[in-house]
């Protein structure tokens, strides 16, 4: 499937995989987390009110976006608001609305074929050829010019989303023609095709710059004592919708540049659709945050819909799930070029820079 010069790298034999895991909200223990105990308890009726309103209003939303499998439309269409720009939009909701259920494979419950890391692990990371990265530097450059720009304004305090841009197929054509002609070299595409069973295509592509000022996975709960992080910090499950993720690094990286993480194995744990559904829903409504007003909310949640899939900061050292999540995670030290494609649905956590600078293009395939 790989063509030549092309590299699969295995991952360390030390870690031990995530044994069959079958989620249930218990598993995060939210009142014996010193940021979390006594909240619930407390909450007024109209907390509890604000709260339940706040879930159905972003429930409601969420199943529309599901419905129409809104991460699977182009960016460009998603971005143009003209009439014409609306009216294409439509259509291509409408198409995926009556397409049916296009994710077959739920990892979860699919048997592992023989020799399909992607399968087993959850996450499969190849080597690129020098002169194929050489090539998406130099065609990807002014996409990391404008997205530095844009970060230079902001300094400290930078959430996620400002780390990262977005392509547009129709403005860096080249870009998205060399990012495919990689990923279809590169077996990327043909091992997602197996693992969706159907075809997959390119859907976005996102140039991410990661570095010291980051600090969205630091200040978690700002209002209490920094302390250590938890060994499972910034770990969590995608909201995104979408399938697979392909991570290209345009940096060497090592221990302390951000290496993206990933729970070997945690592709296989079982979740009923429901509960992905509400991790979803809280993880994009805000109440999944953990600054003290979206914890408040959360807390006065009934005990059922306290999920989210950002759920790593706020697993307790004793916790079981967490000790599985620490002896499984990979961190993925590896160099320029290297490509780390992964199940969105595993538990995984994006790269925490203490020096220096890591780059990355991110590629959603679904
Ligand atoms: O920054 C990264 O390495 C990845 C962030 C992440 O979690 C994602 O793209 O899903
Ligand atoms: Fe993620």
């Known amino acids: 499937m790989t063509s030549p010069g092309y590299v699969i ?8 995989p995530m044994p069959d895991v079958v989620w249930r909200p218990e598993l995060i223990d939210y009142e014996h987390h010193d940021a979390y105990r006594g909240l619930s308890a407390a909450a007024d009726p109209r907390t509890r009110l604000k709260a339940g309103a706040v879930f159905a209003a972003g429930m409601a939303k ?5 419905a129409i499998r809104y991460e699977m439309i182009p960016y460009d269409l998603r971005a143009d608001r003209s009439v014409a720009g609306r009216l294409r939009f439509a259509g291509a909701a409408l198409r995926n609305m009556t397409a049916g259920s296009m994710r077959k494979r739920h990892a979860a419950s699919t048997a592992v074929r023989d020799g399909a890391p992607l399968d087993q692990h959850g996450v499969m990371v190849i080597s690129v050829p020098a002169d194929r990265v050489e090539r998406l530097e130099q065609v990807s450059a ?3 010019e404008t997205l530095a720009a844009r970060r230079g304004k902001s300094n400290g305090q930078r959430r996620f989303e400002e780390s990262r841009g977005q392509a547009s197929r ?4 080249d870009l998205f023609a060399e990012i495919e002609t990689l990923l279809t070299e590169s077996g990327v595409m043909a091992a ?12 976005d592509v996102n140039p991410q710059i990661n570095d ?21 910090a910034y770990c969590h499950r995608d909201a995104s919708g979408g399938d697979l993720k392909a991570i290209i ?3 060497d990286v090592g221990e302390r540049n951000g290496p993206f993480s990933y729970v070997l194995g945690s592709n296989r744990m079982r979740i009923s659709r429901l509960d992905d559904l509400i991790c979803e829903a809280n993880d994009s409504n805000g109440l999944g945050a953990t600054d003290p007003e979206a914890r408040k909310l959360f807390a006065a949640l009934p005990a059922r819909l306290r999920q989210k899939g950002a759920f790593g900061n706020d697993l307790t050292p004793d916790s079981g799930i967490g000790a599985d999540i620490h002896a499984g995670l990979w961190a993925i030290q590896a160099k ?4 780390v494609l992964f199940d969105t649905k595993g538990i995984h956590r994006g790269g925490m820079v203490v020096d220096g600078e890591r780059r990355v293009i991110t590629c959603v395939i679904g």
């Open 9 to 16: 790298l295995d991952p360390d034999p030390a870690l031990r």
């Open 62 to 66: 969420l199943l529309l976006k599901r």
């Open 142 to 144: 002014p996409q990391f």
């Open 170 to 173: 129709i403005a860096a054509a």
């Open 192 to 203: 997602s095709n197996a693992y969706l069973g159907r075809t997959a295509r390119l859907i």
């Open 212 to 232: 010291v000022t980051d600090s969205f996975w630091r200040d978690i709960f700002p209002d209490r004592d920094a302390g250590d992080l938890p060994a499972t």
């Open 249 to 251: 690094y345009l940096s």
């Open 336 to 339: 320029k070029g290297s490509i």
